[in-house]
């Protein structure tokens, strides 16, 4: 096994990695981290959870640490690396991260993102900062108040780059991209690198190395994951008698829309659960106040979208619930992967009523195998029940209806309903969108 003696890496960040507790360096930064130093553009496929924050801030950390300096002077501090998230909770982590990899180092950081007053990040820009890590709306701002400049950036990371994506960053990263020095290193890490990605990284990026680890398209094998197919209008009830039962504590559920979260958590609350919903509607406060709720146990229940999930750093997750599966057949695997962390056992349990049978397929077809599924006693689904179809799907192209099947029920096979006698298993083939590997 690689150590981090042999990457390359000098004694200061050696001993912020002995600080945190690391005792070797996962894949994704044995491979990264060599390129990275070595001055190439690399593009990485890793999916939170596998140290891919690491895998960036250390090399970067190392690549700047020539020029750091303590001066009070604001110009000998311009920004130097730039780190690109989408979300402000992925933003935050990745700065908390870059500050206590650096801590040894003579080295400024600083995280803006939307949701928050842009004074005192106005303030802190000002005095200079060699590391910037931000969301792309707020950095343009501060851009246009000239609170910062991008001219003299070495090193720039695309962090989630398929998230960035799919939010409808493109425009924003490409006025971004027009500020910076065009000679610079690149990095693109991403869950996964689909076409879009990949054009984005010949837009922008100069012979990339590519690096990928472990294929995304497995829960760890430490997760036990049970379906239950249940009608629409009875998930609520089949939840709450789960709960119940056996005591959840701790659980995070999934569903796709922000309106569908904040519905789920007020139904909940209204029958005497502690649940709160997060997503990107709701102030940084709130969010970032639900989770130290949860995390601190006054919250059971914590609800979210698969937006506002990215980036939540919440460890040794007993349950997730996907009450609604996923438009995209990899979300299911981002969002199982929050539970069953570093060999802990972890249980996913998600729900498909019949609507959402072609959304099941698509997560069978990448999973390349059935979820185990068991019908509870009191919810077994209505045979006769006729599917609606699911909002955003079909729409964009981006969602499991890309696989060319038609996401409308009218030209479903009556087969392929969800009722009680349904198997998932004969959805085994892989479906059409499924890339390769
Ligand atoms: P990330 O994939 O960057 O979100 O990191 C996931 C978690 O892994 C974080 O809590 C890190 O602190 C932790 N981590 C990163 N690198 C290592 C390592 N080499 N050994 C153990 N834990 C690590």
């Given at each position: 096994m690689t150590s981090f003696d042999s990457l390359g890496l000098p004694p200061e960040l050696l001993r912020a990695v002995a600080d945190e507790g690391y005792a070797n360096p996962t894949p994704i930064q044995a491979q990264a981290i060599p390129l990275v130093l070595a001055g190439r553009d690399v593009l990485a496929a890793a999916q939170t959870g596998t140290g891919k924050t690491a895998a960036f801030v250390l090399p970067i950390l190392e690549r700047l640490r020539a020029g750091s300096n303590a001066s009070?002077?604001?110009?000998?501090?311009?920004?130097r690396a730039l780190v690109l998230t989408p979300t402000r909770e992925l933003a935050m982590q990745v700065g908390a991260m870059t500050t206590a990899y650096g801590r040894h180092l003579a080295l400024r950081s600083a995280v803006v993102h939307g949701g928050v007053p842009v004074g005192p990040q106005v303030k802190e820009l000002l005095r200079g900062v060699e590391i910037l890590v931000a969301t792309p709306g707020r950095l343009l701002d501060l851009v246009g108040q000239r609170?910062?400049?991008?001219?003299?950036?070495e090193l720039l990371v695309l962090d989630e780059a398929d998230r960035m994506l799919d939010m409808g960053f493109l425009p924003d990263i490409d006025r971004i991209m027009a500020l910076l020095p065009p000679r610079r290193q690149t990095l693109l890490f991403s869950a996964t690198l689909d076409d879009e990605v990949r054009r984005l990284a010949t837009a922008f990026m100069h012979a990339p190395a590519t690096v990928e680890v472990a294929p995304p398209n497995r829960p760890a094998e430490a997760v036990r994951e049970v379906l239950y197919p249940v009608d629409r209008e009875r998930k609520l009830a089949l939840f709450e008698h789960l709960v119940r039962r056996h005591d959840f504590r701790q659980v995070l559920v999934f569903t796709r829309t922000k309106v569908a979260a904040s519905r789920l958590a007020a139904d909940l609350d209204r029958d005497g659960f502690r649940a709160v919903a997060i997503h990107s509607d709701r102030t940084q406060v709130d969010r970032t106040r639900a989770l130290a709720d949860f995390k601190a146990g006054s919250i059971d229940i914590l609800v979210a979208t698969d937006v506002a999930s990215r980036?939540?750093?919440?460890?040794?997750?007993p349950l997730v619930v996907n009450f609604e599966l996923p438009l995209k057949p990899e979300d299911y695997v981002h969002r199982v992967g929050r539970?069953?962390?570093?060999?802990l056992a972890g249980l996913a349990i998600s729900f498909a009523c019949v609507d959402e049978v072609d959304l099941l397929r698509g997560i069978q077809g990448l999973l390349r195998r059935a979820i185990p599924w068991q019908v509870e006693d009191g919810f077994e689904?209505?045979?006769?029940a006729e599917p609606r179809p699911i909002r955003g799907?079909?729409?964009?192209?981006?969602?499991?209806?890309e696989g060319g099947r038609?996401?409308?029920?009218?030209?479903?096979?009556?087969?392929?309903r969800l009722h009680t006698?349904?198997?998932?298993?004969?959805?085994?083939h892989r479906s059409p969108s499924h890339r390769p590997g």
């Open positions: 009070y002077s604001p110009a000998r501090h311009p920004v609170a910062v400049s991008l001219s003299r950036v980036g939540l750093d919440i460890e040794e997750l539970t069953g962390r570093a060999g689904p209505d045979r006769n799907l079909g729409g964009s192209g981006r969602g499991p209806a038609s996401p409308n029920p009218a030209h479903r096979h009556k087969s392929d006698g349904f198997s998932p298993g004969r959805h085994r």
